[in-house]
C-alpha cells in the first residue's frame, strides 16, 4: 500500500478486518504437500452448515472425498475433510462449496419470493 | 426419477441415501450446476397464514432442507424477556418460576427493530433503548365488594384473581415512543396465564427484553414447530375390486387418500398419507400395493409464535445460511 492512502480508505479497511475472525476456521495436521487433501476445524458451526457444505462439496466433480464430523458434542467445532484429485487444492475446493452453497440460498430466496408474490395459495388453514 | 423413491416396506425402509454424486453411476453427471439447479428446483405454497405456513420443496437435497429447518428453529433471532426485576411479589408463585414464565411468553416485536446486546457491558451500561424492550407487570389482587350471589368462582369474587400475559405493560424508553407509535408491544397470545392471586397479593416488577437466539435458550425460538416430512406415495401395482376389498382398502389410509371409481380402488391424494403401513399387515393386499416417499420433496410445516410471519421467518433462515457461508469465505484459514 503507498504512503498517501487517504485515511478514509484506512478507516473501511480496518473495519473489514475487525469483521473477519481470525480464531473461526484453521487447518488440522493430515494435509498432503500438495494441499491436494487437507482437514479444516471451524469453530462455532454444526451440522446445519457441516452437512450442507459436504453435500455441495462432494457435488465438485474435482473432489474425490469429503467428509464432516462433530469430534465432541460439548465442544462447539466442526471437522471437515476435502480430498480433491489433485487439479484443485483443498482450499479451492472449500472455498468454491461455500461459494455455491450462497448462490443456491440465493436462488431458494428468490423461487420463494416469486411465489409469494404471485400469491396461488390459501390464506386460511385447511 | 424412481432413484429419489425411499422404498417403505413392512419393517424396513430402502435407498434412503442421496447418490447424486458426480463419479457415483456412469449415467449423469451430477455435477453442481446453478442453471441446472434453478430450473429444476420448486417451491408449491400451499397454505399461508398469519400464524402457519405449508410450502413443499422439490428437488433440494436433505441436508440443505435440514440446515433451513435447523436455522428456523435454532438461529433465527426473536425477542424475549432475559432479565426480570421484582419489586414485590406476595403471591404463592416464586420470583423465578414466575420470570420463568414472563421469559416464555411469545411477544409481538419485530426483532430487526432492536440491536444485539453487548453482553461484555456493566448491567447498568447495557440495555438501552436501541436494544431493550421494558415489559412491566403491576397487578394486586382485592375482593370485590359485590360478588352474584352464591358464587365460587375467584373470578366474580375478586378482581385480578388472575394474571395474565395481556397485563404486562409495554414501557417505550427514549426514541421507542415514536419508534413503537403505531405497533406498541404486546404478548401475542393475551390469554396466557401467569399467576393466580388472592385479596392482598400482589406482583409489581419489570422486564427487560432483549434479541437473542433459539440456541441460547428455547424462548427465542421464533417458531413453535418447524418440520419437514417427505412426500408420500402410494403405487397400486395389482388392481383393488370389489366393494368389500377397495372399502379395506380405503379404511388403511386416512380419510381422502384412497378414492374409488368403477368399484376400483385408486390413489386420490398421495399426500394427506401419513404412511401408518397398516395396508402391509393385511395379506389380501400382500404384492398388490408399493408404498414409498419421494427423497427429494419436502413438505414444510412452520408455525410462528407470532413476532414474524411464518414466511419471513423462512426467508431469514435461507439468509442466515448464504451468510454463514459468506462469511466463512472470508475467513483466513489460519495454519
Known amino acids: 500500500m503507498s504512503e498517501d492512502t487517504p485515511m478514509a480508505d484506512v478507516t473501511v479497511e480496518k473495519e473489514q478486518e475487525q469483521e473477519v475472525d481470525l480464531e473461526k476456521v484453521k487447518l488440522l495436521p493430515g494435509s498432503s504437500d500438495d494441499g491436494a487433501a487437507a482437514s479444516f476445524q471451524v469453530i462455532d458451526e454444526d451440522h446445519t452448515l457441516g452437512n450442507a457444505l459436504r453435500y455441495i462439496i462432494m457435488k465438485n466433480p474435482e473432489v474425490e472425498f469429503c467428509g464432516y464430523s462433530i469430534p465432541h ?3 462447539n467445532k466442526l471437522n471437515i475433510r476435502i480430498q480433491t484429485y489433485g487439479n484443485i487444492t483443498a482450499v479451492e475446493a472449500l472455498h468454491q462449496g461455500l ?8 436462488v431458494v430466496e428468490e423461487k420463494f419470493s416469486e411465489k409469494i408474490q404471485a400469491g396461488n395459495y390459501n390464506t386460511v388453514a385447511p | 426419477m424412481s432413484d429419489t423413491l425411499v422404498g417403505i416396506e413392512y419393517n424396513r425402509v430402502t435407498n434412503t441415501t442421496s447418490t447424486d454424486f458426480p463419479g457415483h453411476s456412469s449415467g449423469d453427471d451430477h455435477a453442481w450446476d446453478i442453471e441446472k439447479f434453478k430450473d429444476t428446483f ?12 405449508n410450502f413443499d420443496l422439490v428437488h433440494i437435497d436433505t441436508s440443505v432442507a435440514n440446515a433451513f429447518r435447523r436455522i428456523m428453529i435454532s438461529e433465527v433471532p426473536s425477542v424475549a424477556a432475559e432479565t426480570v426485576y421484582v419489586f414485590n411479589n406476595t403471591s404463592v408463585i416464586q420470583d423465578e418460576v414466575l420470570a420463568h414464565r414472563i421469559g416464555l411468553i411469545p411477544l409481538k416485536v419485530d426483532p430487526d427493530s432492536l440491536t444485539w446486546i453487548d453482553p461484555s457491558l456493566d448491567e447498568k451500561d447495557r440495555f438501552t433503548d436501541e436494544n431493550t424492550i421494558v415489559l412491566s407487570l403491576d397487578v394486586k389482587c382485592t375482593k370485590n365488594p359485590h360478588p352474584p350471589s352464591g358464587s365460587t368462582d375467584p373470578k366474580e369474587l375478586y378482581n385480578n384473581a388472575h394474571v395474565y400475559a395481556r397485563d404486562l405493560k409495554f414501557e417505550p424508553q427514549g426514541r421507542q415512543i415514536e419508534l413503537f407509535k403505531n405497533n406498541p408491544v404486546v404478548a401475542s397470545d393475551p390469554d396466557i396465564l401467569l399467576a393466580k392471586l388472592r385479596p392482598g397479593q400482589e406482583i409489581s416488577l419489570r422486564a427487560h427484553c432483549i434479541l437473542g437466539v433459539g440456541s441460547d435458550h428455547a424462548k427465542f425460538s421464533p417458531v413453535a414447530t418447524a418440520s419437514y416430512r417427505l412426500m408420500p406415495v402410494i403405487n397400486i401395482i395389482e388392481p383393488i375390486k370389489g366393494k368389500e376389498l377397495t372399502q379395506k382398502f380405503q379404511k388403511c389410509f386416512p380419510p381422502g387418500v384412497i378414492g374409488v371409481k368403477d368399484d376400483e380402488a385408486y390413489v386420490k391424494d398421495s399426500r394427506r398419507d401419513t404412511v401408518s403401513r397398516e395396508v402391509l399387515r393385511h395379506p389380501e393386499f400382500d404384492g398388490k400395493v408399493k408404498l414409498g416417499r419421494r427423497r427429494d420433496h419436502f413438505i414444510f410445516n412452520v408455525e410462528s409464535t407470532g413476532a414474524m410471519s411464518p414466511e419471513e421467518i423462512f426467508f431469514k433462515s435461507v439468509r442466515v445460511l448464504r451468510n454463514k457461508a459468506e462469511y466463512l469465505r472470508n475467513c483466513p484459514i489460519n495454519e
Open chain 1, 99 to 106: 461459494d455455491n452453497l450462497s448462490e443456491m440460498c440465493t
Open chain 1, 73 to 75: 458434542p460439548s465442544e
Open chain 2, 42 to 53: 420448486e417451491i408449491d405454497i400451499s397454505h399461508l397464514t398469519e400464524r402457519t405456513a
